[in-house]
């Protein structure tokens, strides 16, 4: 994305937040007091009289977060004043589910809490390059943690542990110097870590840490002297900014805070600038949550290898988020503009009976991390795993550098419904390893990038995932297919090999997809009881492709029995397509499969999306309108909200009319939490 788009969406992306938190009637705070037989606690780091030893009155307030945390009880409130709280919270305690504690932002003011602090040490002019300038670290700050700017990134399995990235032994200087957890803000922007004095001295706006790992070295961006942008110079040195040192603290309430520049280590464990840490009952909303180095936001239990839990109290290691019996979420994550975070936006692991809506999510995976530079692929929008009855609705999911919404290892009755997915690379909506059934309705996923090699840009993606129902979205303009579902390992899944089996392609609307509306394998031993029916496939040049990977059983001399007995191949001639895919048209595509025999292909003009207006130009043809698609089971509502009964138009928009429409592209939002998909037989 070129610079000034990036610059303008984040100013466009945090004045949207108030915007649509004025139009739907939220609001950073309200003014009522705390819970029933609670008190409000009153935290103002301006007021001549703060003092954390004090009475934490509205008269007579705390200087810190943290000094309200620590007094704070079940049905208590702390109430939050304009200022930078340069801190890590740890609340102690839990609230009750009808007596929460809550930490919120007084209503209208601006409340950061970041996880950096100015730099203070004196700094020395390069001979050469005035702009370029150098200061000692000052190692004081890392009494109690390990020193970020010595320590390398990991993005691996657990036990895995990263190695110090400084000092750097004599015979590895000639190589790209490894990056570090730290981070560098002028002006409130990031600069970005370079690995190489030379590519230092080229690049503006770039640091490194020196190879001993005592110095901090910094090519200074723009024209403004140094002596103006030194002073605004930040240095991420905090490994989290709210998250408590206990696990599984209950009902906590974080509302209307900007949270930032955390120094955080790569999962796994999945270590938040914000966190839960295996909480339940908490619910996050209103924030901005932003420039973490590795993970914004973690909503699972962190880790299954207890050893490797950092800063953990002993007797708290071995507890894990639990679904409740009740249909209450586990969490909530609502209003927030999740942006810009190093690896991902939102990550969980075992995190299931999550509800996740009316959220921006956008620019993460900021450091582009990639099989080049991490063991495991953890990047992305939402990367969640085990997300069973987990709920993703009616969110803006744009421009991450991964895939939009990733459910990994688990997703029974997960439920990913009225999202907008654009812009997103390899996949925008992914699902991984898993069976039982998940439900994907009414996203609109459109302009997924490719990354040049396996994920090749796909609207909705699958592989080793059975249980799919994919229905009522719009697939448009992606660089690969517009639905794309494979077997391409031999990993099991509850004890039984994985497949692409049981899964429902049906009342979508295709558009554009580069490499093809819909790919699917051949019916063979791991690929069973597949179907895609009642779809639209618009523009002149839509077509198919089947794949074949190594653990599929069929031949496809099979393939192309059916398409010459259908008089659609010449008995000397073979369908073509890269590799593992062969290509089709509608007409051979339904002889050799049975597939989509009531779907319609259909011309189309005027249809585009136009992401930074967040605008639909779309020319509905009668062809849309004439296409009834039977209903689909528990898809109550469109993407603008309106009620779904009975026979529909294919697609995510219900009540659509001939001829030309600009339709909004902001989804839907929820008033209260939507409600999870129960579990069948």
Not at 228 to 242: A, C
Not at 313 to 340: F, Q
Not at 520 to 533: I, K, M, Q, R, W
């Amino acid at each position: 994305m070129p610079r000034f788009a990036f610059e303008t969406e984040r100013a466009i992306g945090t004045s949207l937040l108030g915007l649509a938190l004025a139009m739907t009637g939220a609001t950073l705070a309200e003014e009522a007091p705390a819970a029933p037989g609670g008190r409000v606690w009153f935290v103002d780091q301006k007021a001549a009289n703060a003092d954390n030893h004090g009475p934490g009155s509205q008269d007579h307030p705390f200087r810190t977060i943290q000094a309200a945390a620590e007094r704070a009880e079940p049905g208590d409130r702390v109430l939050v004043r304009a200022g930078t709280y340069r801190e890590r919270v740890m609340p102690p305690r839990s609230g009750t589910e009808e007596a929460p504690i809550v930490y919120e932002a007084m209503p209208d003011e601006r409340v950061e809490v970041k996880g950096s602090e100015p730099w203070t040490s004196p700094w020395t002019a390069d001979g050469e390059n005035p702009r370029i300038v150098s200061s000692p670290i000052d190692e004081s700050w890392f009494a109690e943690i390990p020193n970020p700017y010595r320590l390398a990134i990991r993005i691996a399995p657990p036990g895995q542990a990263g190695d110090l990235a400084r000092p750097l032994p004599e015979e590895e200087r000639n190589q790209p110097w490894p990056r570090t957890l730290g981070q560098i803000f002028v002006r409130g922007e990031p600069l970005v870590q370079v690995e190489s004095l030379p590519l230092l001295r080229s690049m503006e706006g770039s640091w490194i840490v020196s190879a001993d790992g005592a110095t901090l070295q910094v090519h200074l961006p723009g024209d403004l002297p140094p002596e103006r942008l030194l002073p605004t110079l930040e240095w991420s040195v905090r490994n989290r900014i709210f998250a408590p040192y206990r696990r599984g603290l209950r009902h906590i309430h974080v509302r209307g805070f900007v949270f930032e520049h955390c120094a955080n280590q790569g999962p796994f464990p999945q270590g938040g600038a914000v966190s839960p840490r295996t909480g339940s009952g908490w619910v996050i909303e209103n924030n901005t949550i932003r420039f973490a180095k590795t993970v914004g936001l973690d909503v699972g239990s962190e880790c299954w290898a207890v050893a490797n839990l950092p800063e953990t109290a002993e007797e708290d290691r071995r507890l894990m988020i639990r679904t409740a019996h009740s249909p209450a979420p586990s969490l909530i994550v609502r209003n927030n503009t999740i942006s810009d975070n190093g690896l991902c936006g939102i990550a969980g692991w075992q995190s299931s009976n999550v509800r996740i809506y009316n959220n921006r999510i956008e620019r993460n995976n900021r450091l582009s991390f990639s099989k080049a530079d991490a063991r495991w692929e953890e990047w992305g929008g939402i990367k969640l795993h085990h997300a069973y009855q987990t709920v993703i609705a009616a969110n803006i999911v744009r421009f991450n550098e991964g895939a939009g919404i990733w459910l990994d290892n688990g997703y029974n009755h997960a439920h990913v419904t009225g999202n907008l997915v654009v812009g997103n690379r390899l996949a925008g909506i992914m699902m991984e390893l898993g069976a039982g059934s998940v439900l994907i309705d009414h996203n609109i996923v459109a302009h997924t990038r490719s990354d040049g090699g396996f994920y090749d840009g796909i609207g909705i993606y699958a592989h080793d995932a059975s249980g799919l129902t994919v229905a009522h979205n719009l697939l448009l303009g992606n660089a690969g297919a517009g639905v794309l579902q494979r077997t391409v390992s031999a990993r099991a899944y509850g004890g039984k090999p994985v497949g692409t089996s049981d899964n429902q392609i049906v009342n979508n609307i295709f558009l554009n997809n580069e490499k093809g509306a819909i790919s699917l394998p051949f019916e063979n031993s791991v690929a069973t009881g597949n179907h895609c029916d009642h779809n639209l496939f618009l523009g002149g040049g839509a077509f198919f492709r089947l794949n074949k990977y190594s653990r599929d059983t069929f031949a496809w001399e099979d393939v192309w029995t059916k398409l010459r007995e259908a008089e659609l191949l010449a008995e000397d001639e073979t369908p073509t397509g890269p590799g593992v895919f062969r290509q089709l048209d509608l007409d051979a595509w339904r002889a050799a499969t049975g597939w989509d025999r009531d779907s319609v292909a259909a011309a189309a003009k005027g249809w585009e999306i136009l992401p930074y207006r967040m605008l639909l130009r779309l020319d509905v043809p009668e062809a849309l309108l004439a296409l009834a698609c039977p209903p689909v089971p528990e898809t109550t509502v469109d993407f603008q909200g309106f009620p779904r009964e009975g026979n529909g138009t294919p697609g995510p928009f219900q009540n659509l009319a001939s001829g030309k429409h600009e339709l909004p592209l902001t989804p839907y939002r929820y008033q209260e939490p939507p409600p999870r998909r129960e579990k069948t037989k």
